[in-house]
């Protein structure tokens, strides 16, 4: 990992594991923490100044991604370009490409957020549900065609920690 793009705020500094990979352009800014085996891809954004942001173990942050004082739990996956600002995100989710998660949402365990979808403020979705459009609408993995067995093994996060590490000195 290099530490060109560690910003402190005030007297927090962030801290990423030594397991983590993070790319050099990648922004982290305060009260950042990576988990072990989790991956931050080019040009993400990831500033915690008014609150935590936590990347879990396992976890993946696709190209261009923003976090604002947001959390996912280990083994989630987001989506390039998503945006999420004071959002929580449960383990074993998937965040869609270009989704969007406002203020005070949640993504229960084991959930999907299509690509492009919205979360308004607070909007909170069950576990082992999927979230479509703008803005969103929830219904059960057990009414939709999506298979959990299907969300794991297309977006494996075992895969993208394979591909972290295929990747580790590219962006030095």
């Not at 074993?92 to 998660?101: D, F, M, Y």
């Not at 057990?142 to 977006?155: K, R």
Request: net charge negative; no cysteine.
């Amino acid at each position: 990992m290099v530490d060109r793009r560690n910003y402190a705020f005030e007297s927090t500094t962030p801290t990423v594991h030594e397991d983590a990979f993070v790319a050099r352009d990648a922004t982290l800014v305060g009260d950042v923490r990576i988990e072990p085996d989790a991956s931050v891809w080019p040009g993400v954004v990831l500033r915690g100044d008014v609150g935590t942001v936590r990347v879990g173990a396992e976890s993946h942050v696709g190209d261009t991604a923003v976090f604002h004082a947001s959390e996912v739990g280990d083994r989630v996956m987001v989506g390039h370009g998503a945006v999420l600002n004071d959002a929580t995100v449960e383990a074993g989710s998937l965040v869609g490409i270009n989704a969007t998660l406002n203020s005070g949402a949640t993504v229960g365990e084991r959930s999907v957020i299509a690509a492009g979808t919205v979360l308004p403020d607070g909007f909170a979705v069950p576990p082992e549900s999927f979230a479509r459009g703008v803005p969103a609408t929830v219904v059960p993995l057990s009414e939709t065609t999506v298979e959990p067995e299907e969300i794991a093994s297309a977006y494996s996060s075992g895969a993208y920690t394979d591909l972290a590490s295929r990747h580790e000195g590219l962006f030095e």
